[in-house]
């Protein structure tokens, strides 16, 4: 089993930067693609951006490509989003995701965090 905590979220003024922390242990991490998936009230959940297990290699939401850069640090099983120029439309639960498959896949990520509220203002 694999245990995700998430921490930073919160409320931001649209413009404004966030830096989100998932924790992960259970299982080696570098073993482990990455990702993380937000969802808004009355709307799918969606992949934000995605990390191999390396690092070397990442996805991204077109809408959030060039503001959102999602990293990991395998040496203290953590994997981060840091999220820059803000916009209202970024207002959601952000969801820390692990798995053993493609990290460019959606079904790869069978693990979750409990999720962090990322709410921007106008």
């Known amino acids: 089993q694999v245990q995700l905590v998430e921490s930073g979220g919160g409320l931001v003024q649209a413009g404004g930067s966030l830096r989100l922390s998932c924790a992960a242990s259970?299982?080696?991490?570098?073993?482990?693609?990455m990702a993380w998936f937000r969802q808004a009230p009355g709307k799918e959940r969606e992949v934000v951006g995605a990390?191999?297990?390396?690092?070397?290699?990442?996805y991204y939401l077109n809408s959030v490509k060039g503001r959102f850069t999602i990293s990991r640090d395998n040496a203290k099983n953590t994997v981060y989003l840091q999220m820059n120029s803000l916009k209202p439309e970024d207002t959601a639960v952000y969801y820390c995701?692990?798995?053993?498959?493609?990290?460019?896949?959606?079904?790869?990520?069978?693990?979750w965090g409990q999720g962090t509220q990322v709410t921007v203002s106008s």
């Open positions: 259970g299982r080696t991490f570098s073993t482990l693609v």
């Open positions: 990390t191999s297990r390396s690092g070397s290699s990442t």
């Open positions: 995701a692990a798995g053993t498959g493609t990290f460019s896949s959606a079904t790869s990520y069978d693990y």
